[in-house]
């Protein structure tokens, strides 16, 4: 039989691993001949766009630029699969296709979107007595996913977000005077992201002096007072803020909702940046950190990308056994030293629901991440990757498509 | 004797390896005893902060931490140093400090403002008929530098700014739709960071589409036909805009200027983001690079910090050798195999002068960098730091000031 593999939702550093993953347990099985890959997550396999990785990636040079090569290599879509009921006919053309290429299983990588088409997709086959099994793949920096214990992607990000922290920290104290940067993450609804650079305490900083999460209020008011605070010992107060905060009197949640109903929720960090500028008058600046934050492989952890190759082969290896409907998961056995365990989980218990950062993490002033989560995230961020390198950056290897 | 060595101006992540290059010839000549270090640039010698840094980098552990360390080390400042006329006193307070601390030579790592004071200072030492030398070592991320070949710092900057330009791509081309990113880079009213992206061409990337450097005018009206243009051919158009550009009708050229007269420069990306959203309606997303792109060690380009340590050694020999008021240079033998040798300008040659991109390197259309400028760029990111790591991150080296 052949398998098929799609990538959906936002780009990571560590997506293309997983897809690695997939086609590696594939190359290593007598029973899967090809794998496709479907350009532009389901959308691919619905308007007949596939590629055949087998070709591409026999070749471990080109395997290894698959695994430094941050982003989507098939694409991505915000494609939401409607409810069977109400478009019978998309599920035919999804089943046609597979039977075209004789597909025995397909593979989802994605967030909780991807998991709810996931869901639909495995039951729909079940319905009509198809043997094709639908397996989801986790992958999300947000980490908001239900069910494991982080996301493939997440440990990068988190990284990424660390250590640049500590060059902006190292940025904002060159002059002799106060100044108060406002640093903004990604995160969506989830505070994960902003919370793990808490791991920037246990290297001697004290910054980030103050971390807000959508996980508890925020009030304009107490801003002003605890950044006061922090200034009055300090020379320099680094703000981390994540995105999904929800600032009354600012205006920043905003204009644009793709199909899913997410919304654009950056802006918060230039509001509050205006907010110090008033209040307290001191030097500001905010900053976004923008797209790096989920696509920069440069500072990737090995973790993540070792551990998003290894949930990739086993979602394949699930599939092989007979499962469907279900998303790969990891599950911490200890922190130190660190082990995961890889399990399964029905993949309607992830799709659209959102795991927080736990309260029990936040500090009684709601304005930092207590040394407990240091634990939780230390592991994630260990290790690097070697790259090949071409004309002094990263080498990329890009699709045909 | 002793001798004195400050840092000033903006951060960028070679400076540190300029200190490290000075420390290390002060370890090993045997005219000189102390390094004292002057915490926040001049202002350290005139308010006598000083630090002894032979103590702290006898170690190689410490010397390798510093030459990873991103930003200055002993602090920055943007005090102007006031002509000998308008104030006396100041320059007496300095005198009076290196005599106290036995300092025989001075060396000033900054950019074309610590030139003018590198040059005032020396000419006041002659004119009072004191020995003490004062040397200018080049640096900044925006390679405005007249004399030299390339400054110190830039480097790194246009490494991380290619790198990351190639991560915002694959970022950006995701989705099977027509979308425009546009990327805010520093430089102030010179185009070298922005026009070091074109190296990215080199590596069989389209992208960047489109790069506007402040050497040419700009209008608002081509940039929409140019961004048309290349949207009829691309799915993703991936436009660098140089910080200095004077947009008309933006009103981003802004309120803060700075003891220098240097104002901040950026927004230009936010209007012309409105720009195509109004006028093309496509997909647009525009993004300031911020201070990561000059402080941002872990795609440090290794000949940066390697030249950077050799002309701050440079710099020390030269004043053993009697040389005062001069700022260090690089002159490029040849750029393959690349090979530069260290020179010396009088520091008045350079100082509050702004060297620009030579037109002959931009395309006839004015909105992009001819491959010539690639051989330029090319051999300065050439190569990789080896970090000491610790928690998953770089680890940094922190001064008690």
């Known amino acids: 039989m052949n398998i098929a593999v799609a990538q959906s939702g936002g780009p990571t550093s560590a997506i293309n691993a997983s897809l690695l993953g997939v086609i590696n347990a594939a190359l290593d099985s007598k029973e899967i001949e090809t794998v496709f890959g479907s350009f532009y997550g389901i959308e691919g396999v619905i308007n007949n766009n596939f590629v055949n990785l087998n070709e591409i990636f026999e070749s471990e040079y080109n395997r290894q630029l698959l695994r430094q090569t941050p982003s989507t290599y098939l694409g991505s879509c915000r494609y939401k699969l409607p409810d069977f009921e109400k478009n019978p006919p998309v599920y035919e053309v999804i089943a046609d296709r597979f039977k075209e290429k004789?597909?025995?299983?397909?593979?989802?990588i994605g967030g909780n979107d991807s998991m709810d088409t996931t869901d639909k997709l495995s039951n729909y086959f079940k319905q009509i007595g198809s043997d094709i099994k639908v397996i989801g793949v986790p992958k999300t920096i947000d980490n908001d996913l239900y069910c494991t214990d982080h996301t493939p992607g997440f440990g990068s990000a988190a990284k990424y977000l660390t250590a640049c922290l500590q060059e902006i920290t190292r940025d904002a104290s060159v002059y002799n005077m106060k100044s108060?940067?406002?640093?903004?993450?990604?995160?969506?609804?989830?505070?994960?992201?902003?919370?793990?650079?808490?791991?920037?305490?246990?290297?001697?900083?004290?910054?980030?002096?103050l971390i807000y999460l959508p996980e508890v209020e925020f009030s304009v008011e107490k801003f002003?007072?605890?950044?006061?605070?922090?200034l009055s010992k300090n020379d320099t107060v680094i703000v981390v803020l994540s995105e999904g905060i929800d600032i009354e009197g600012s205006t920043y949640m905003s204009e644009n909702r793709d199909e899913f109903g997410h919304g654009f929720l950056s802006g918060g960090g230039k509001f509050l940046e205006n907010v110090v500028k008033k209040e307290i008058g001191c030097k500001v600046r905010s900053m976004e950190l923008s797209v790096l934050q989920r696509c920069s492989a440069f500072m990737s952890s090995l973790t993540d990308i070792k551990e998003a190759e290894q949930i990739g082969s086993a979602a394949v290896?699930?599939?092989?056994?007979g499962t469907t409907g279900v998303m790969m998961c990891f599950e911490r056995i200890s922190n130190s030293p660190y082990e995961v365990k890889i399990t399964t989980v029905p993949a309607g218990k992830v799709a659209n629901y959102e795991k927080k950062v736990p309260t029990e993490w936040?500090?009684?002033e709601k304005n930092n991440v207590k040394d407990i989560a240091i634990e939780y995230f230390l592991p994630l961020i260990q290790g690097e990757q070697e790259f090949i390198m071409e004309n002094g950056i990263p080498k990329h290897i890009i699709a045909n498509n």
């Open 102 to 108: 004789n597909i025995g299983a397909f593979f989802y």
């Open 180 to 209: 108060v940067v406002i640093a903004e993450t990604m995160g969506r609804n989830a505070g994960w992201l902003a919370a793990s650079s808490c791991v920037l305490h246990k290297c001697g900083n004290k910054a980030p002096h």
């Open 317 to 321: 290896k699930e599939a092989l056994r």
């Open 224 to 230: 002003v007072n605890d950044v006061k605070a922090q």
């Open 362 to 364: 936040i500090n009684k």
